[in-house]
């Protein structure tokens, strides 16, 4: 599927999801903005440059919603306006309600809930003026279960609302809204961990189907199907990347049902 022609704002840009989206859609011809509120997003974009990619950037807080508009009217000044948004950016920095705080509670939101509204305001007149686009969540499996990290599921299940919120309002002016729900991403952090503790990974992949954990590519190849044509029918969609964890328990059914094989 080809993005040639289009503007694709990548948020979180420099993280590790965020890099694999950016060379997907810029591999298929896109003009790339990328964005993060790390000073790698600089370095980042010089070498996608430096492979051909068009592409712009910007440093930038999705959570400051006056700093993230300056960012995207910047960005459109140097790329045209944006045709397709990922919602990428996020973070969780407490993982049990009994160590967040109501400050830490409000920062969680922030910088995944209310920056995902702060981006999705900021493109969605120029694709109202087009009468097109394409806005992709990248929310998370914690959207759906309780599995730790309480301030943080709570925005990505937010997300997952706002998704078909924007879906049900903007689907008249032909733009489209979906989210992906990842479960474990082999990012960088992932990697950290795992030389800590060799054992980490191994125990993870026990309760995925698959029998291995999400890889940042995995994440992109689904975000480019619904920005693509091939999904012009889909709108207002949760869909789990998650090698099989929200299906049911393996562990449990393993342990209980399952011959072994």
Same mark, same amino acid.
């Given at each position: 599927? !080809?993005?040639?022609?289009?503007?694709?704002?990548?948020?979180?840009?420099?993280? #590790?999801?965020?890099?694999? /989206?950016?060379?997907?859609?810029?591999?298929?011809g896109a003009a790339i903005a990328a964005i993060d509120k790390k000073d790698s997003v600089a370095s980042f974009a010089a070498e996608l440059r430096r492979e051909g990619t068009k592409i712009a950037h910007a440093t930038a807080d999705i959570g400051d919603?006056? =700093?993230?508009?300056?960012?995207f009217a910047h960005l459109a000044g140097e790329l045209g306006a944006v045709d397709i948004l990922i $919602?990428?950016?996020?973070? !969780?920095?407490?993982? =049990? *309600?009994?160590? =967040?705080?109501?400050?830490?509670?409000?920062?969680?939101?922030?910088? $995944?809930?209310n920056g995902a509204y $702060?981006?999705?305001?900021?493109?969605?007149?120029?694709?109202?003026?087009?009468?097109? #686009? !394409?806005?992709?969540? /990248?929310?998370s499996v914690n959207g759906l279960s309780a599995l730790g990290d309480p301030a943080y599921s709570a925005a990505k299940a937010g997300m997952i609302s706002l998704t078909r919120s924007l879906a *049900?309002?903007?689907g008249r002016f032909?733009? @489209? !809204?979906?989210?992906? *729900?990842?479960?474990?991403? @082999? =990012?960088p952090l992932w990697d950290k961990r795992a030389k800590k503790n060799p054992e980490v990974l191994a125990t993870l992949m026990r309760w995925y189907p698959l029998g291995r954990i999400v890889e940042p590519i995995d994440v992109a190849r689904v975000i480019g199907f619904l920005a693509s044509e091939a999904a012009g029918a889909i709108t207002g969609a949760a869909i789990p990347v998650d090698c099989g964890l929200t299906a049911g328990n393996i562990v449990m059914a393993r342990e209980l049902t399952l011959e072994p094989f």
């Open positions: 599927m !080809s993005f040639k022609g289009k503007v694709v704002a990548v948020t979180g840009a420099a993280g #590790g999801i965020g890099q694999a /989206v950016c060379r997907y859609f810029a591999g298929e919603a006056g =700093t993230i508009a300056k960012a $919602n990428n950016a996020g973070f !969780s920095d407490h993982p =049990t *309600l009994a160590r =967040t705080d109501p400050a830490g509670w409000q920062a969680d939101m922030n910088g $995944n809930l $702060n981006c999705a305001h900021a493109v969605l007149p120029a694709m109202q003026e087009k009468r097109q #686009g !394409s806005i992709i969540a /990248v929310g *049900l309002e903007y032909g733009i @489209r !809204s979906n989210i992906v *729900l990842p479960a474990t991403v @082999r =990012t």
